[in-house]
């Protein structure tokens, strides 16, 4: 990273990913108590390699994960009111496979992404008075599958969160 002589204020990375195309981008709101809420599913459309293949299945449009680094920001809003007992809100990012026979995702497949914390991001001790957002971007792994989620969980007797949103978008 260089930096600015005059200013003596280093440069911004160049590598920083700040392009949003709007079909990447999932929203859902945060769940009430106990309960759990996903993003809609974001299809990352690279193929899907198995062991013994030598070439990819069909209908996929590029490698994304296998041939360049592919960022993901996941966004948490702040929560203005409902929170309660101090519970928090954890977040994970999942991915699953398309169905062989027509490329739909397999919803009921979806799996945490085991290289990335669980965990991945979490809204701390939520009270009647909310808390504040948080956000982090993640580097996806080659192995990720072609379909990710976000997946938003409120601990047992935590209020309602839903005031709050949980947001994941690839970012280019």
């Not at 809420?37 to 069909?58: C, E, V, Y």
């Not at 920001?73 to 809100?89: F, Q, Y």
């Not at 001790?125 to 379909?147: C, E, I, W, Y």
Request: include cysteine; charge should be positive; proline fraction near 6%.
């Amino acid at each position: 990273m260089g930096t600015n002589i005059a200013t003596n204020v280093p440069f911004a990375p160049a590598n920083d990913r700040r392009l949003r195309d709007y079909n990447y981008i999932a929203n859902v709101s945060l769940p009430a108590a106990a309960g759990q809420t996903n993003t809609p599913n974001i299809d990352l459309m690279q193929p899907q390699w198995q062991s013994g293949q030598t070439a990819p299945k069909s209908g996929a449009a590029g490698p994304y994960p296998v041939t360049e680094r592919f960022w993901v920001n996941v966004r948490l809003t702040a929560v203005s009111t409902g929170g309660a007992n101090n519970k928090n809100v954890n977040v994970t990012l999942q991915h699953a496979d398309a169905y062989a026979a027509n490329g739909l995702c397999n919803n009921l497949n979806y799996a945490n992404i085991a290289t990335l914390a669980t965990p991945l991001l979490m809204l701390y001790d939520l009270t009647t008075a909310g808390q504040v957002g948080n956000s982090t971007n993640v580097m996806l792994p080659p192995t990720v599958k072609r379909f990710i989620r976000g997946q938003s969980t409120l601990e047992a007797l935590g209020g309602d969160a839903s005031s709050g949103t949980l947001t994941v978008q690839a970012c280019f």
